[in-house]
């Protein structure tokens, strides 16, 4: 473990083997920082969530996973709840100046470029990237495996394995991204299907995908891109170019 002079890193802080908290630094009591975590100068990782109503003697917490880096200016905000915890996980890379709010669960291998604005009881899944500055609106979701583009803002759910921009807007399969992980190319030709009938046929998108859950698929993958539609609190993204009578109806966001 390495402390750097003028870091501060409060008593009953949590820090893994072999993490590194840098100058100017702050690792709040609140922090759980696993093996390998890097804190760059500037960052406060644990701080008290910007709610106007939290009390500050509530005992909750901010979770880091192993091996994951936290550069200049980026802030952690614990959780709002007793007992809850504010997750990011292993292997992410979060750029200088992002912002993971109170709540927030934030899967492994993602990266968050600078500036990056999450609010409240945000989730992000595995494999997410999201360019500089784009900016989630509270209890959005955004599926494994998903691009967001830079500046984009999102109010609406992005589901797994897909590309989203500007305002609430899916562009596509994120192809380079499945091939990364090492997707086959039979189940990329199954999820490109899947994400034609559902987005592209008519209808709402719920029950689209929930009519082809109902029909069996072959692939772990296209289940949970069809699971995905339906939960969350938010409404679905739609695809550019198409319409649904979900993103435009009563669910949509204003």
């Excluded at 501060?8 to 009591?29: F, K, N, P, S, Y």
């Excluded at 807007?169 to 499945?178: K, Q, S």
């Excluded at 009519?211 to 993204?237: C, K, N, T, Y």
Aim: hydrophobic residues 45%; neutral net charge.
């Amino acid at each position: 473990m390495s402390i750097h002079p003028t870091a501060i890193v409060e008593d009953g802080a949590q820090l893994g083997a072999d993490c590194v908290v840098h100058a100017h630094a702050v690792v709040t009591r609140y922090a759980r920082l696993g093996d390998g975590v890097i804190v760059h100068p500037g960052a406060v990782v644990g701080g008290d969530p910007q709610a106007l109503k939290f009390d500050p003697a509530t005992s909750s917490h901010v979770r880091v996973g192993a091996r994951t880096v936290l550069r200049e200016q980026v802030t952690v905000n614990r959780s709002t709840v007793a007992g809850g915890e504010t997750m990011v996980g292993a292997d992410c890379f979060l750029m200088a100046g992002a912002h993971v709010a109170h709540d927030c669960v934030v899967g492994d291998h993602v990266v968050l470029a600078n500036n990056v604005l999450l609010a409240g009881h945000v989730s992000l899944g595995s494999f997410t990237f999201v360019g500089g500055g784009a900016a989630f609106h509270q209890f959005t979701r955004v599926g494994e495996s998903a691009m967001v583009g830079g500046l984009a803002r999102i109010t609406l759910d992005i589901p797994p394995f897909v590309m989203a921009a500007e305002r609430d807007e899916i562009v596509g399969l994120n192809l380079v991204g499945l091939k990364r992980r090492g997707f086959s190319r039979e189940v990329m030709a199954e999820l490109k299907e899947c994400f034609r009938e559902v987005y592209f046929d008519g209808g709402n998108v719920r029950h689209r995908a929930q009519a082809m859950l109902a029909r069996g698929v072959q692939s772990p993958e296209v289940r949970r891109f069809l699971e995905f539609f339906a939960g969350g609190r938010r409404g679905i993204a739609r695809a550019r170019g198409a319409w649904s009578t979900e993103s435009e109806g009563e669910n949509a966001a204003p």
